[in-house]
C-alpha cells in the first residue's frame, strides 16, 4: 500500500498545478512498495477524460523531484494495445503494479486490471519476454536508428502562477539555430557516427573484445564506466535515448586516443 507522505506529495502537486476535473492519480515506480532511496524520482501519472494533448513536466516537493504526466485514459488504452501487439509489456508492467491515489468512477480501477490481465498473459508465454527485451533494447545498437531524442521545449504550465522562476533567455533565433543543429548532425555522412548511439555501443563492444583477446584485461577498468553506462542502457524502460547515451559517448574519443596511445607505448617496450 502506498503511504500517507506520497499521497500529501500528490495532493501538493495537485493543488500546485491546479488541475481539476481529472478521472483518476496513479503512482509508479521505485515509491511503490518503498523501493526509493534519496536519488529516485516520484512518478505521478495524472489520467483525464477526453484530455487531447498529453502534458509532463517535473517540480521539487519538499525536496523530493515528482515527475507527473498527464494522459488521456483511451490514449493509455491504445498504448497498452500497441504494447500487446508488439510483444512490449514495459509499460503494462508501470501500469500493472501502479498504486492507485485516486479514482472517481472506478475506470482507473479497470484500466488497471486491464493492464493486469495481459501481463499474466506474457508470463504464460516466456518467450514473448525475449521479443519484449529486443523492442526496448534495439535502437541502443542500430546504427541506422536516428530516432533519439533531444530536449528543446518546457511545460509552460510550471511557470503558472510563478511556481518557479524558469524561462528562456532572449536568444531565440540562436537556440533555434542550436536545436536544428543537434538534430542535423547525426544525419551527417561519416562525421555523424560520432553521436550515433548503435555506433558508440558496437565500439564499445569492440573495444572490449580486443582488450580480452589480446589478454590486455587490465585495460578493461578504463572503459568499465562505459561498459557500465551500456547495462544500465540496457536495463532502462527507455529504448534509445541519447541523455542515457551521453556517459558512454563523450569520453569516447579521449578513450580511444589513450588506449591507441597504450598501444604504441608497448610496440616502443
Not at 514495459?90 to 492507485?100: D, G, M, P, V, Y
Not at 516466456?126 to 541502443?140: E, K, R, S, V
Not at 541519447?242 to 574519443?253: G, S, V
Amino acid at each position: 500500500m502506498i503511504n500517507n507522505t506520497i499521497i500529501e506529495k500528490v495532493n501538493e502537486l495537485i493543488k500546485k498545478l491546479n488541475i481539476k476535473n481529472y478521472t483518476g492519480i496513479i503512482v509508479y515506480g521505485s515509491y511503490v512498495g518503498e523501493r526509493n532511496n534519496s536519488l529516485s524520482d516520484l512518478d505521478v501519472m495524472i489520467i483525464k477524460e477526453n484530455y487531447h494533448t498529453l502534458d509532463c513536466g517535473s517540480m521539487m516537493i519538499d525536496n523530493v523531484r515528482v515527475e507527473f504526466f498527464i494522459n488521456d485514459l483511451q490514449r493509455l488504452y491504445s498504448l497498452a494495445d500497441n504494447e500487446i501487439n508488439n510483444n512490449d509489456p514495459s509499460h503494462l508492467t508501470k501500469f500493472a503494479t501502479c498504486e492507485i491515489i485516486s479514482d472517481t468512477n472506478d475506470k482507473v480501477k479497470d484500466f488497471v486490471n486491464y493492464a493486469k490481465t495481459w501481463l499474466k498473459g506474457f508470463y504464460t508465454h516466456p518467450f514473448t519476454y525475449i521479443d519484449a527485451t529486443l523492442n526496448n533494447i534495439y535502437g541502443y545498437f542500430d546504427i541506422g536508428d536516428l530516432n533519439w531524442y533531444l530536449y528543446t521545449k518546457f511545460d509552460k504550465r510550471i511557470t503558472e502562477n510563478n511556481l518557479v522562476d524558469y524561462h528562456f533567455n532572449s536568444f531565440k533565433h540562436l537556440r533555434s539555430f542550436l536545436s536544428g543543429y543537434g538534430n542535423a548532425y547525426r544525419c551527417l555522412p561519416v562525421i555523424g557516427l560520432f553521436v550515433n548511439i548503435g555506433f558508440n555501443v558496437w565500439i564499445v563492444i569492440a573495444m572490449t573484445i580486443y582488450l580480452i583477446k589480446h589478454n590486455k584485461k587490465k585495460y578493461l577498468i578504463v572503459i568499465s564506466p562505459m561498459l557500465v553506462a551500456v547495462f544500465f542502457c540496457i536495463l532502462s524502460p527507455a529504448n534509445n535515448y541519447f541523455r542515457y547515451a551521453l556517459p558512454f559517448i563523450f569520453p569516447m574519443p579521449l578513450v580511444i586516443m589513450y588506449l591507441l596511445n597504450l598501444k604504441k607505448i608497448e610496440k616502443v617496450k
